[in-house]
């Protein structure tokens, strides 16, 4: 289902000796099946899962061998600084192995290191998060606020279907709540609270590789890593990761539908349909698991579809590719998607929150539920009260939509990004008449996610442009100076020093950044969401003794509720 929008230029030429020589399915091959198999894109594929995966596990399982008080703040730091370092390290490994393969053998297994460096990267990232969560709640076998708030919601939601019973509501997502109450049932006896505490780390491990698999439908690794995930790290949550993940997720996976059906005139009719009923699967889950960023997204999507449509060179191909995905979407999630449109009406939001009283046009910053001590909010700007970071968004937007007008990746993000404005503004001018919310201040997260994308999406159309104008110049050399280094003859360095010095940059932004996010939730009763894991290490635990760092040892059935006070 891979439908890639590049070109032979992040192909790397292999010498008349290498694989290329030696192709699966060529004639006198001799090569064994498992490397020939490992040589499909479909292997390698596999390849790049299991390293991102496996790397993702690496630094959770590190960090719960770690000895400190996660209350305390100097432990804290020093568990953030033991995370950053074993990232640091794993990931320098990777980098040297491709600086080792670009030396070795005439470069011939630089791909194949490069992909799994970026598959790596991609997991390490996001098991620093992961392993932040896992100092928080270092001593507590709660999750994140333990029965309160969602939190306690969902655990109780959970153990009601998972013993055959309805959840508490019948719009919410099914796909969180089963899939807690089934693992509970298998590693921890039925007890939906502490197995919560476990899916919040995983699922927050699982964030970068799913992310960057997503990206990698229709972006090489190096720029699926920088392009796709990098964004997305704005983003990553270890509370409830399951939501923001389906948006990360949904972007690429909707953009990639668009590009397929652009293409669908000329598709065979077996490899179009499989990928109608791939797209509609995958939609499907997505939408059990959280429906809000569908909505969202819907017109920005339909109008990404009608444009790209293949009128001219097959209709009916265009259709049965939609056919097929909606029925294979309707099989997944038809059931679920009936309620939603019957009860979801019904179902109305009254809670107002911080951010409800905010300007709606300021989206670039989401302070959450309890936002902590504020001053003034939106963050005075130098332009019209406009500051820089939203300027130079707006600008790449518009760069994008020069750059790639053309392009469905580029469109299709503008057109989700456009129509997630249209949806908050129209919520949000009703809302003095409704007295109500309707979570349109969620779209923050849409609108910055999309944002970013574009942003990123200059740098990846810039680059394609430098590739394309090296590779005429290369070929319109005279051959007297063909033996000449790429370097002299365009004037540009070669794609491997690109490559490493791209993944260094990388390792480093993503080092910093999955800190930060793990700092985030480090425990502390200040009213933010730090106040989450503290609450956490307050609750007195099913066997009637107190977590293991509970505050003066002390604790109580819910435990601390202060919280209270930051959202009232």
């Known amino acids: ?122 997991g390490l990232a996001s098991g620093f998060v992961a392993a932040g969560a896992v100092v928080a709640l270092l001593g507590t076998p709660w999750p994140m606020f333990g029965l309160n708030g969602d939190s306690g919601r969902i655990v109780e939601w959970a153990h009601a279907v998972a013993n055959g019973q309805p959840s508490g509501s019948p719009v919410y997502p099914p796909m969180p709540l089963y899939t807690l109450g089934y693992y509970a049932e298998w590693f921890h006896g039925g007890n939906t609270a502490y197995a919560f505490k476990d899916l919040q780390i995983l699922g927050a491990a699982a964030f970068g590789p799913l992310v960057y698999l997503a990206w990698r439908m229709l972006l090489s690794p190096v720029r699926a890593l920088a392009f796709g995930v990098v964004p997305a790290f704005a983003l990553i949550d270890s509370y409830k990761p399951y939501s923001q993940t389906v948006l990360v997720l949904l972007v690429p996976v909707l953009v990639a539908m668009v590009v397929a059906l652009r293409r669908s005139g000329t598709e065979g009719w077996r490899p179009l349909l499989l990928k109608g009923a791939g797209f509609g699967v995958l939609l499907g889950v997505l939408f059990l698991t959280y429906s809000g960023w569908f909505l969202w997204s819907a017109a920005g999507v339909l ?35 009936m309620v939603m449109l019957k009860e979801g009406q019904t179902t109305k939001d009254y809670n107002f929150r911080f951010d409800n009283f905010t300007d709606p046009a300021y989206y670039l910053m989401w302070r959450t539920d309890m936002p902590g001590k504020v001053g003034d909010w939106p963050p005075p700007g130098e332009f019209g009260g406009v500051g820089l970071f939203a300027l130079v968004t707006f600008l790449c ?10 392009k469905p990746l580029v469109v299709t ?15 949000a001018s009703h809302m003095y008449e409704t007295q109500t919310v309707q979570l349109y201040t969620r779209t923050n997260n849409q609108l910055l996610y999309c944002g970013l994308i574009l942003c990123a999406l200059v740098a990846h159309l810039v680059s394609l442009k430098l590739a394309e104008r090296r590779t005429a110049s290369g070929a319109s050399a005279p051959e007297s100076d063909a033996s000449a280094p790429a370097t002299g003859r365009t004037g540009f360095p070669g794609r491997e020093g690109a490559v490493i010095g791209t993944l260094c940059a990388l390792l480093l932004l993503l080092g910093t950044v999955s800190s930060s996010m793990s700092d985030r939730y480090m425990p502390a009763q200040d009213g933010t969401y730090r106040i989450l894991p503290w609450v956490s290490h307050t609750i007195r635990q099913q066997d009637g003794k107190c977590p293991k760092f509970a505050p003066k040892g002390e604790c109580s059935k819910d435990g601390d509720q202060s919280w209270l006070s930051y959202v009232r």
């Open 397 to 406: 937007l518009g760069a994008a939509i020069w750059l790639g007008l053309r």
């Open 303 to 337: 109008f990404a579809a009608l444009l790209y449509f293949p009128w001219k060179t097959g209709r009916l191909k265009g259709a049965a590719f939609m056919g097929t995905t909606l029925a294979a979407f309707l099989v997944v999630a038809g059931r679920y998607l």
């Open 1 to 122: 289902m891979t439908v890639s929008t590049e070109g032979s230029a992040a192909v790397r030429p292999s010498p008349p000796s290498g694989p290329a020589a030696h192709a699966p399915g060529s004639s006198g091959s001799s090569d064994p099946a498992p490397r020939r198999a490992l040589r499909s894109r479909g292997g390698l594929l596999l390849l790049e899962a299991a390293v991102a995966f496996a790397a993702a596990l690496v630094l959770p399982l590190l960090a719960r061998g770690l000895k400190l008080n996660p209350l305390n703040r100097i432990a804290q730091v020093s568990g953030l600084a033991a995370i950053q370092l074993r990232f640091a390290l794993i990931g320098l490994l990777f980098i040297g192995a491709v600086v080792l393969a670009m030396r070795l053998r005439g470069g011939r297994h630089f791909d194949l290191a490069t992909r799994l460096a970026a598959a790596a990267l991609a």
């Open 413 to 427: 993000i503008a057109a989700m990004f456009i129509s997630a404005w249209v949806m908050r503004m129209y919520i």
